[in-house]
């Protein structure tokens, strides 16, 4: 999912300073990170140091996203900003990115990234999944669960946003000769368009045998689309994200595989980091970025989770990188419940 994440430290009284996050999509998969922001906030004292984290909603445009930064950098008590860009490679939103660090804001990125060749410097650290390693993971579950291969098609709201390129390049890298890639069809965060490109995609490749959703809201609109072609016995789905209504799909046979983020990490991390920006702690920033000299030292991985319908999956743990974690449905509903999540 693709969304413009800003953490503006505060809103209160004169002294307090706001940390904002700034969504551009009304998805389930942000509840989790607001769920991460609150616990983060009280566990790392922001409110004692005159911080608050906020979550705001942007409207999905990137002419949406530009004017809230320039919002955002006419706003003297704004001293810290996450954004997740729309699109990697819009100049338009790393002036804007650029203009707030030029006025003394810290700007990071969190759950997407911009083009990293071309627009290091628009930020400073980057957190959130690596979303190569994610597509790859997804990969696996495809070469695995449809070992004759086969053609597939990505579903995803933007194929311009890094986390999507990422993905997708990283689930055609893993899935090896045998499936092949027939297209990447967007849908502008749309969903009813989400849905018609499920159709489409079933129309124009009557032979399919995969599908991927790339973001959560994917996950249900191929579920829908395949419920009403009455196709699911042809058709292996794969998708990421657990948003509540997806875990359901999963649990009614509906879902073989989803490759869950941990978005209740990022927004917990995210708040520690721009806490600790705001407050130039050397020693927490060193903590998540042991490695501030190597390529990608300012990369921070939240991890990621692979979810099965139950123990019987031909899908195993040994099959994924060991930093990936791999749940059965019961057990991740379990793990849900324990972090009072409804969705990851």
Known sequence: MLVSLVLLIGCGGPREKRVVVLINGNSPYWDAVRAGMVVAERDFKLGDVGLKAVMEMNDGRAAGQIDKLRQFGSQS?????????????????????????????????????????????????????????????????????????????????????????????????????????RDRMADDMDRT??????????????????????????????????????????????????????????GDGMIDAMVVQNPYEIGYQGTRLLKALVQDDKATISEMFPHLDSEDGDLYDTGLKIVVPSADSPLKAEMFSPKTEFFDLPKFREWLTAHHLESS
């Open 193 to 250: 368009k989400a849905k018609d490109n499920v159709r489409n995609a079933l129309r124009n490749f009557p032979d399919l045998k995969l599908l991927v959703g790339i973001w959560s809201y994917n996950a249900p609109a191929i579920v829908d689309v395949v419920k009403e072609t009455g196709k699911r016995k042809e058709l292996t789905i794969v998708t990421f994200d657990a948003e509540k209504l997806a875990i359901d799909q999963m």
């Open 77 to 181: 008590d704004i001293v810290a900003v996450a954004v997740s860009p729309i699109d990697a490679s819009n100049q338009a939103v790393v002036d804007e990115m650029q203009r707030l660090q030029k006025r003394g804001v810290h700007v990071i990125t969190l759950d997407g990234d911009v083009d990293r060749a071309r627009f290091r410097g628009a930020r400073r650290f980057y957190l959130g999944t690596d979303n190569r390693v994610a597509g790859e993971q997804a990969g696996i579950c495809a070469r695995n669960l449809v070992p004759d291969g086969g053609d597939y098609v990505d579903f995803v709201g933007r194929t311009g946003a890094q986390n999507a390129i990422d993905r997708m390049d990283g689930v055609a890298a893993a899935c090896g000769d045998e499936l092949h890639e």
